[in-house]
């Protein structure tokens, strides 16, 4: 038998060899309640996991028992008692500990990611375990891939694209007004799940937090496929120049929103990029847009999943900056209504009414204003995990820990990413209706990033001056003839939504 999780959905986790199923091997999936009882996940999320399941259920029919228990080890021992089981090599760490300690449980190699884990630890070993920065690791996987490159040179005569892919949004614009992307059809395995989630929390066995609206995203193979297919099709040519900024209206812009499927296992990450290949070589979609795209699923994608696994558990408790601040309640609640910064209350919005925002509100706003008033990065992952359809663990511990954060102290990257209102005011249309101004730091008006960013900088002071990217807002710092006013004001602010 073999035990397939409920993000090991494509048929990439059905291929025979290396210790893998073969055609008329039985199948197993185990459906936990536990999951939703230890944690308090977005309503959304929930219910794309379980429609996922579920469907993939009935797509497998006979050859595939299902089992509803309330733990995975209650489902394993009904499902299979002793008998001999495989199973892919899970995504967290938590689930690699279950399976191994099933002794009759043989672990098999990952799938869904387009590198081996030893490769990698060959790689980054090579660099002493030290420096391992995307850039270095991003060159290496084109090269390894053969991904757009001629005679063993980047096409163009360039690696990155990102000169072309920092475009602010189009003065005057609401939208892109490109085609939607691809959004499903609910059927009856979402109202049989729907109404589970609904019985579930009347019993009292579970909570949620945000809404459950209609599926946005992909449950099934044949839906993402179809997503996939809309996003190179017709979407695709507009993502590099607008792909960092954010338009109130427009939340989605050109962005993919293949991430949840992806990390549900419904799609393999190389035929997203070859396909974005294949359309930049047809002419139908321009370099710097399909570079951008391959550098977020070869690039970034590739090497959280293995910086995960490389850095081990433990990373996950990562806290140089000693922040300790516990989140608010607003901010777990997703009670966007009660913020008043039009930047923070749009993207919180979304995030409660969708379960997802695109990756610079999620950095520079969501994680932004976390880092910028210390609160505790673990309970800040645990935050963004729960409330993201995408999120899973191998997703959210390096995103946040390591980039959002900088709770690493630099091991992912080379220096904080935050910042005041102005990055946000030239990147985005959310500043011009807000209370707030970016370019005040004190008063009734002054811009809680603005503020915030630089109360950070203060607090860090030491730290910052010896990093050769930080250095230069450390001697800004010393010329703010108000920073005193700012801190007294930051620390009134508290924890009391802005």
Same mark, same amino acid.
């Given at each position: 038998?073999?035990?397939?999780?409920?993000?090991?959905?494509?048929?990439?986790?059905?291929?025979?060899?290396?210790?893998?199923?073969?055609?008329?091997?039985?199948?197993?999936?185990?459906?936990?309640?536990?999951?939703?009882?230890?944690?308090?996940?977005?309503?959304?999320?929930?219910?794309?996991?379980?429609?996922?399941?579920?469907?993939?259920?009935?797509?497998?029919?006979?050859?595939?028992?299902?089992?509803?228990?309330?733990?995975?080890?209650?489902?394993?021992?009904?499902?299979?008692?002793?008998?001999?089981?495989?199973?892919?090599?899970?995504?967290?760490?938590?689930?690699?500990?279950?399976?191994?300690?099933?002794?009759?449980?043989?672990?098999?190699?990952?799938?869904?990611?387009?590198?081996?884990?030893?490769?990698?630890?060959?790689?980054?070993?090579?660099?002493?375990?030290?420096?391992?920065?995307?850039?270095?690791?991003?060159?290496?996987?084109?090269?390894?891939?053969?991904?757009?490159?001629?005679?063993?040179?980047?096409?163009?005569?360039?690696?990155?694209?990102?000169?072309?892919?920092?475009?602010?949004?189009?003065?005057?614009?609401?939208?892109?007004?490109?085609?939607?992307?691809?959004?499903?059809?609910?059927?009856?395995?979402?109202?049989?799940?729907?109404?589970?989630?609904?019985?579930?929390?009347?019993?009292?066995?579970?909570?949620?937090?945000?809404?459950?609206?209609?599926?946005?995203?992909?449950?099934?193979?044949?839906?993402?496929?179809?997503?996939?297919?809309?996003?190179?099709?017709?979407?695709?040519?507009?993502?590099?120049?607008?792909?960092?900024?954010?338009?109130?209206?427009?939340?989605?812009?050109?962005?993919?929103?293949?991430?949840?499927?992806?990390?549900?296992?419904?799609?393999?990450?190389?035929?997203?990029?070859?396909?974005?290949?294949?359309?930049?070589?047809?002419?139908?979609?321009?370099?710097?847009?399909?570079?951008?795209?391959?550098?977020?699923?070869?690039?970034?994608?590739?090497?959280?999943?293995?910086? $995960? &696994?490389? @850095?081990? +558990?433990?990373? %996950?408790?990562?806290? #140089?900056?000693? /922040?300790? *601040?516990?989140? =608010?309640?607003?901010?777990?609640?997703?009670?966007?209504?009660?913020?008043?910064?039009?930047?923070?209350?749009?993207?919180?919005?979304?995030?409660?009414?969708?379960?997802?925002?695109?990756?610079?509100?999620?950095?520079?706003?969501?994680?932004?204003?976390?880092?910028?008033?210390?609160?505790?990065?673990?309970?800040?992952?645990?935050?963004?995990?729960?409330?993201?359809?995408?999120?899973?663990?191998?997703?959210?511990?390096?995103?946040?820990?390591?980039?959002?954060?900088?709770?690493?102290?630099?091991?992912?990257?080379?220096?904080?990413?935050?910042?005041?209102?102005?990055?946000?005011?030239?990147?985005?249309?959310?500043?011009?209706?807000?209370?707030?101004?970016?370019?005040?730091?004190?008063?009734?008006?002054?811009?809680?990033?603005?503020?915030? $960013? &630089?109360? @950070?900088? +203060?607090?860090? %002071?030491?730290?910052? #001056?010896?990093? /050769?990217? *930080?250095?230069? =807002?450390?001697?800004?710092?010393?010329?703010?003839?108000?920073?005193?006013?700012?801190?007294?004001?930051?620390?009134?602010?508290?924890?009391?939504?802005?």
């Amino acid at each position: 038998m073999h035990w397939l999780f409920g993000d090991q959905l494509g048929p990439h986790f059905l291929t025979s060899g290396d210790g893998c199923p073969g055609r008329d091997t039985p199948l197993l999936m185990i459906e936990a309640k536990s999951v939703f009882r230890r944690r308090t996940f977005h309503r959304a999320k929930a219910h794309l996991v379980l429609s996922a399941m579920r469907h993939r259920a009935a797509e497998l029919g006979d050859r595939l028992t299902y089992v509803r228990a309330d733990t995975y080890r209650d489902g394993l021992q009904k499902a299979a008692g002793g008998s001999p089981v495989t199973v892919h090599h899970p995504t967290s760490h938590a689930a690699l500990r279950l399976v191994r300690s099933e002794p009759h449980v043989t672990v098999g190699p990952a799938r869904g990611f387009l590198l081996p884990m030893d490769e990698f630890t060959t790689w980054a070993d090579g660099h002493d375990g030290k420096r391992l920065r995307q850039e270095d690791f991003y060159r290496w996987m084109r090269r390894r891939h053969d991904l757009l490159m001629e005679a063993g040179a980047p096409v163009g005569g360039r690696w990155n694209h990102d000169h072309d892919n920092r475009e602010p949004p189009p003065r005057g614009a609401t939208g892109l007004h490109i085609a939607a992307p691809y959004r499903p059809r609910e059927d009856d395995i979402d109202e049989e799940v729907r109404h589970d989630l609904d019985r579930w929390e009347r019993d009292g066995e579970v909570s949620f937090v945000g809404r459950d609206g209609p599926r946005l995203f992909p449950a099934t193979r044949a839906e993402a496929l179809t997503a996939l297919r809309r996003f190179i099709d017709r979407r695709l040519a507009t993502f590099g120049p607008y792909e960092d900024a954010i338009l109130a209206a427009d939340p989605v812009m050109s962005h993919s929103l293949l991430s949840a499927p992806l990390n549900l296992g419904l799609l393999d990450p190389a035929e997203c990029v070859e396909r974005a290949e294949a359309a930049w070589r047809a002419g139908e979609a321009p370099l710097n847009s399909v570079e951008g795209f391959v550098r977020q699923i070869a690039g970034w994608r590739e090497y959280v999943w293995q910086l $995960y &696994w490389y @850095f081990g +558990d433990d990373y %996950r408790h990562s806290n #140089a900056l000693r /922040h300790t *601040t516990p989140l =608010p309640a607003w901010w777990s609640e997703l009670d966007a209504e009660a913020v008043g910064a039009h930047c923070l209350r749009t993207a919180l919005a979304q995030v409660r009414d969708t379960g997802w925002t695109h990756h610079i509100p999620r950095l520079m706003v969501l994680g932004g204003y976390a880092l910028q008033r210390g609160w505790e990065p673990a309970a800040v992952t645990d935050w963004f995990h729960r409330c993201f359809v995408d999120g899973h663990d191998w997703v959210m511990v390096p995103n946040v820990v390591g980039m959002s954060q900088y709770a690493d102290g630099g091991r992912m990257t080379t220096k904080p990413y935050t910042s005041g209102g102005a990055y946000l005011n030239r990147m985005s249309d959310l500043c011009g209706p807000c209370r707030y101004r970016p370019g005040e730091r004190t008063g009734d008006r002054a811009c809680p990033y603005t503020a915030g $960013y &630089w109360t @950070f900088v +203060d607090r860090h %002071r030491e730290r910052l #001056a010896h990093n /050769h990217r *930080t250095v230069q =807002p450390v001697r800004q710092l010393d010329r703010l003839v108000d920073l005193a006013e700012v801190r007294r004001q930051e620390r009134e602010r508290g924890d009391a939504p802005p």
